[in-house]
C-alpha cells in the first residue's frame, strides 16, 4: 500500500518519506479500513516535529489519527461493522505507530464509526479530533441549556464546532474572533455576539455583548495568553474548559484569587478522556450527521505526495478549517 512515515523527527520536508508498505491484516476485534481521507492535526505535525521524544523507539511511524474511508475487511470477533461499510476513524496513531497517511489503517473495533450517508469522506476525516474534543469541552460538566458560554477562538477547527454544539444545546453563545470573515463564520455556528480578542481590553466588549452578566462557561483556545482577561469574565463556580496553551505553555494561574470564584479547569485531550465520553460523543456526532445538524469546513486537500505541504499549512497558523490528506494520490 502507498503510506507516508517518518523515521526521526524533524522539518516536514526532510523527515516525510514516502513510498510502499506491506498491506497490514486485521487481528481479532480488528477492522482494515481502506482511507479515503486523513487529516492533518496540530498534534500530528507536534508529533513529527519531536514533541514526544520516545514516539519512535519501536520503529517508523505512519501520522494522522483521523480519517475515514471504506471497511475492507474484518478480524473475527468484529460484529458491529462489515465490509463495505462506509466509517470515519480516530486515535489511529495514538499509543500506536500506524496512523491513517497510508491507503490502509487496521484499527480496533471501538476506534471506527459508521459514517452516515449524508456525511462525505471529507467530512468524516474532520470528526475526531475537533469535533470530539469540542464535543467534550461543551457537555463535561453538564447541560449548557439556557447558561452563557463564551467559546474563544470560535472560528478555529474546535471551536467551531464547540460554537455549534453550545448553540444548538440552547446555551446563549459569544464568540471571540479576529477578522470580519472568521465573525461571520462564528456567527454562522450559531454565536449571537462575536469580539475580537485582539483588541486590548476583550473582556468587557464580551460583558457587554452577554448584557453585562458573567459567563458560567468559557471553553478557552490559549488558557495561558488569555487567563487574565477570562478571570474579568467569567462567573463565580464558572468552569474554564481548554484543550490548548500553545502560546504560554507553562501558565502560572492566580491560584487563591481562582479558588475564591470557586472556577473549575477542565483541560480536554480527546485521546484520554473516558470512553463513555468518547461514545457520547460519537452519539451525538451521529445523529447531527444524519439529521444535518453541524456545517463543516475543508481549507484544502492535498495528494499523499504532498504530505510535507500539508503539515507545512498547519505549521504557518491561521487555518481555520480542517487540512487533509488524499491517501490515494
Known amino acids: 500500500m502507498k503510506a507516508a512515515w517518518f523515521e526521526s523527527f524533524g522539518d516536514a520536508r526532510d523527515v516525510l518519506s514516502l513510498g ?7 487481528g481479532r476485534s480488528e477492522v482494515l479500513v481502506k482511507l479515503e481521507a486523513s487529516a492533518v492535526n496540530p498534534s500530528d505535525v507536534k508529533k513529527r516535529a519531536g514533541s514526544m521524544p520516545d514516539l519512535l523507539a519501536d520503529g517508523r511511524v505512519i501520522p494522522h489519527s483521523d480519517g475515514a474511508g471504506v ?4 478480524g473475527d470477533g468484529v460484529t458491529s461493522l462489515s465490509p463495505g461499510q462506509r ?17 490502509c489503517v487496521c ?3 471501538r476506534r471506527v464509526v459508521p459514517l452516515p450517508d449524508q456525511a462525505s469522506f471529507e467530512v468524516g476525516a474532520c470528526l475526531g479530533i475537533p469535533a470530539m474534543t469540542a ?3 461543551v457537555f ?10 463564551l467559546v474563544t477562538g470560535g472560528a478555529g477547527r474546535v471551536g467551531y464546532y464547540a460554537t455549534q454544539w453550545a448553540a444548538a444545546a440552547g446555551a446563549r453563545v459569544t464568540a471571540t474572533a479576529s477578522n470580519g470573515d472568521d465573525e461571520k463564520a462564528c456567527l454562522q455556528a450559531g454565536a449571537r455576539a462575536v469580539v475580537n480578542h485582539r483588541e486590548k481590553e476583550w473582556a468587557a466588549a464580551a460583558l457587554a455583548a452577554n448584557d453585562g452578566r458573567k459567563f458560567d462557561r468559557v471553553i478557552d483556545v490559549e488558557f495561558g495568553k488569555n487567563l487574565d482577561q477570562v478571570l474579568e469574565l467569567i462567573g463565580v463556580s464558572g468552569t474554564i474548559a481548554t484543550y490548548s496553551s500553545s502560546q504560554d505553555m507553562q501558565p502560572v494561574i492566580p ?7 470557586d472556577l473549575t479547569v477542565r483541560l480536554v485531550i480527546v485521546y484520554d478522556m473516558p470512553e463513555r465520553a468518547k461514545r457520547e460523543a460519537i452519539s451525538d456526532i451521529t445523529d447531527a450527521l444524519e439529521s444535518n445538524r453541524l456545517t463543516h469546513r475543508v481549507t484544502r486537500v492535498f495528494p499523499l505526495s504532498e504530505i510535507a505541504s500539508a503539515h507545512e499549512l498547519i505549521e504557518q497558523g491561521g487555518v481555520r478549517g480542517c487540512v487533509l490528506v488524499n ?3
Open 20 to 26: 510502499e508498505l506491506e498491506l497490514p491484516h486485521p
Open 71 to 74: 471497511v475492507e475487511a474484518v
Open 87 to 103: 466509517v470515519w476513524v480516530y486515535q489511529a496513531q495514538h499509543g500506536r505507530r500506524l496512523g491513517t497517511a497510508a491507503e
Open 107 to 109: 484499527l480496533e473495533e
Open 135 to 137: 464535543h467534550r469541552c
Open 140 to 149: 463535561a460538566d453538564g447541560p449548557v441549556s439556557e447558561k452563557s458560554v
Open 255 to 261: 491560584f487563591y484569587r481562582m479558588m475564591f470564584m
Open 327 to 329: 491517501p490515494a494520490g
